[in-house]
């Protein structure tokens, strides 16, 4: 589904040249619950953000569904990632202005056709899914951390998208919320089938997944599978 | 719709800065509409001043005398019973005047000066031209009943050092080419305020510079007063079929005064610049607000094209926050106007000439609707053009970079 092959990601820092990724190759499956850990500055962000189509490689191709993401422009990479990939991030980045509802709404923007009342049925069922039902009307300045982000993983799955892309999606959290956050987000990966890769420098919230992919200095140092159940 | 939603609520996001760029754009919407009203309250007030003491609505001079106007020739002149009988039947027309418009020399024992005559009929003049009472310094405008009397400009007065009461003797060349001379009393003195007004100009009764110069029954000019109702173009285009077997010129007020024109033009490219001045404040204000905003939400602009909002999406979001505070501004700005000139209308601002010490005539700002949606739409291209740019630099930025921003 999505095929990362010998990727590196090269960034100009004044005139110094940061190799942030070096050769990277990987596969990821559909339903999987991939974790990208590894100490900071290690590419887990890069990493993301080429598979997000947010960024393209230096060298090395991004497949997603058969296509060299690398050969998109703009237009054609912002319409995958809004139909074929889902972000949680870090510091939440709801829109302040706009209540629960319509922060998950805001991602059919460019969905001219698509049925009103199938896009209520899909936001409000996450909501709940969530946790937030009554919290509809409520803006993200009246949520607590926690809340933001089930907030952010309902307008990661609203579209169903093919993958989920949580970057340090529990770093703002405490670990008790944090925990209840990576159980929604196990919980939904199951129901739903959603992929989900999410990067993280916590050994604990990497044991959520069942694949792990331990970077070191812009490449792949470890990489292990396990039953999460 | 979403971008629209997301657009409205963001003006109301940093109530401090929407406030600021509102009330430039309030300020700029309110001072176009106020200057454009007293502007054109100044230019009605004088274009009134004219016709009312000096040309009338139409005048009627015989073919060639206006192009002849600085000999002041009185061979080219109208038998004024021709004029009555041709308009006896006329509608649209409330009081026609006659008068002889000649050069003369008036002398005093110790001085001597140029006069610009002109000889009314006073009852029927002062019918169309109302405010040459208005204009006294010292004394009193001639009254129907008066003979051999005189009311001078006071810059012509002040040459010749006479004091009301005082006789001057006229000379002038009859239409025949015999000079001959009459003796005046000074009835009054008086000024004007109008752009190119004759600084020798003095006023006679018509029978006295008929007998004078012999022209009885005979005037160089004749004024008329058209009904209110009536469109002046349509009255003169009937008189015109009327008089077509006369060698007459009739003309409109506007054809004959066209430094009123000069005037209003000049004033139009005054209020022009300062609109542009205005613009100018208006479009930084703006832009340097819009620049700030950008700024402050890039990790947002990130956000939006993470999840899937492109170039084109970005740019009207920005755009369409400028366009509502452009509106805003400008419908506040449109209404505290209108209010402003509306009461300014109904008190009237004294307009003083220079060294004058009374106020030479009152000015009544007028509301124009078509400024009031020209002010609209400044203040709307204003906020959108500035809000172009910032808007332009948010669509293009890198979404990983933005994302990156806190």
């Not at chain 2, 001079?61 to 004024?80: A, Q």
């Not at chain 2, 006369?246 to 000049?266: A, K, L, P």
Request: proline fraction near 3%; hydrophobic fraction near 40%.
């Amino acid at each position: 589904m999505i095929s990362v092959q010998n990727v590196t990601k090269d960034y100009k820092l004044g005139k110094t040249i940061v190799k942030a990724l070096r050769g990277v190759s990987l596969d990821i499956d559909h339903g999987g619950f991939s974790c990208i850990s590894g100490p900071s500055g290690c590419g887990k962000s890069t990493l993301l953000n080429l598979i997000g189509c947010l960024d393209k490689p230096t060298t090395g191709k991004v497949i997603i569904d058969d296509e060299d993401v690398g050969k998109l422009n703009k237009n054609q990479l912002a319409e995958i990632r809004n139909k074929k990939i889902g972000f949680i991030f870090q510091s939440f980045n709801l829109i302040p202005v706009l209540n629960v509802y319509e922060n998950i709404e805001m991602v059919f923007m460019s969905w001219k056709d698509f049925p009103k009342e199938e896009m209520y049925k899909r936001i409000t069922s996450l909501i709940e899914e969530v946790g937030l039902k009554d919290y509809l009307k409520h803006k993200p300045g009246e949520l607590s951390g926690g809340q933001m982000q089930r907030v952010s993983i309902a307008r990661a799955l609203v579209t169903k998208p093919q993958v989920v892309l949580a970057d340090e999606p529990t770093a703002n959290l405490d670990s008790k919320t944090s925990y209840k956050i990576l159980e929604i987000m196990v919980d939904l990966n199951k129901r739903h089938n959603t992929t989900f890769i999410f990067s993280t420098h916590d050994p604990i919230v990497s044991g959520y997944a069942n694949r792990n992919i331990e970077l070191f200095d812009g490449a792949i140092k470890s990489e292990d599978f396990k039953n999460r159940d | 719709m979403k971008i629209l939603k997301i657009a409205i609520r963001n003006i109301t996001r940093n109530k401090r800065r929407t406030t600021i760029t509102v009330i430039t754009i309030v300020i700029g919407v309110f001072v176009i509409i106020l200057a454009k009203g007293i502007i054109k309250g100044f230019q009605n007030e004088t274009i009134v001043q004219m016709i009312e003491t000096r040309t009338g609505d139409i005048q009627i001079h015989k073919v060639g005398y206006r192009e002849t106007l600085d000999i002041l020739p009185l061979d080219l002149s109208i038998d004024f019973n021709d004029v009555l009988n041709g308009m006896s039947d006329s509608k649209g027309i409330k009081e026609i005047s006659g008068r002889i418009l000649f050069s003369g020399q008036l002398t005093t024992q110790e001085e001597s000066a140029l006069l610009y005559g002109k000889a009314i009929d006073v009852a029927k003049e002062l019918a169309i031209c109302p405010r040459l009472n208005d204009n006294m310094d010292l004394g009193e405008f001639l009254t129907p009943e008066d003979r051999k009397k005189i009311v001078l400009n006071k810059d012509l007065n002040k040459k010749l050092g006479l004091e009301i009461g005082n006789s001057v003797l006229l000379f002038a060349t009859s239409k025949a080419g015999a000079i001959n001379a009459t003796e005046l009393i000074l009835k009054g003195v008086f000024h004007s305020d109008l752009p190119d007004s004759n600084k020798n100009l003095g006023y006679i009764p018509l029978r006295d510079a008929q007998e004078l110069l012999l022209m009885d029954g005979i005037v160089t000019e004749v004024v008329l007063k058209k009904e209110g109702s009536y469109d002046i173009n349509q009255t003169v285009a009937e008189m015109k079929n009327k008089f077509s077997g006369y060698d007459y010129e009739i003309n409109t007020w506007q054809e004959i005064e066209q430094s009123i024109d000069r005037m209003v033009e000049s004033q139009n490219l005054l209020s022009g610049a300062v609109s542009v001045i205005l613009f100018v404040i208006v479009f930084s204000t703006v832009m340097n607000t819009m620049l700030m905003v950008v700024l402050e939400r890039t990790n947002e602009i990130g956000t939006l094209m993470a999840i899937g909002f492109k170039r084109k999406h970005i740019l009207s979001l920005f755009l369409l926050e400028g366009f509502f505070k452009g509106i805003i501004g400008g419908i506040i700005g449109a209404i505290v106007a209108t209010i402003v000139v509306f009461s300014l209308n109904t008190i009237g601002i004294p307009f003083y000439m220079p060294g004058s010490t009374e106020a030479s005539f009152i000015i009544k700002p007028e509301i124009d609707l078509k400024i009031i949606l020209l002010a609209l739409l400044f203040s709307i291209g204003a906020a959108v053009l500035a809000s172009l740019y910032p808007a332009n630099r948010g669509s293009k930025m890198d979404p990983v970079e933005a994302l990156r921003s806190v």
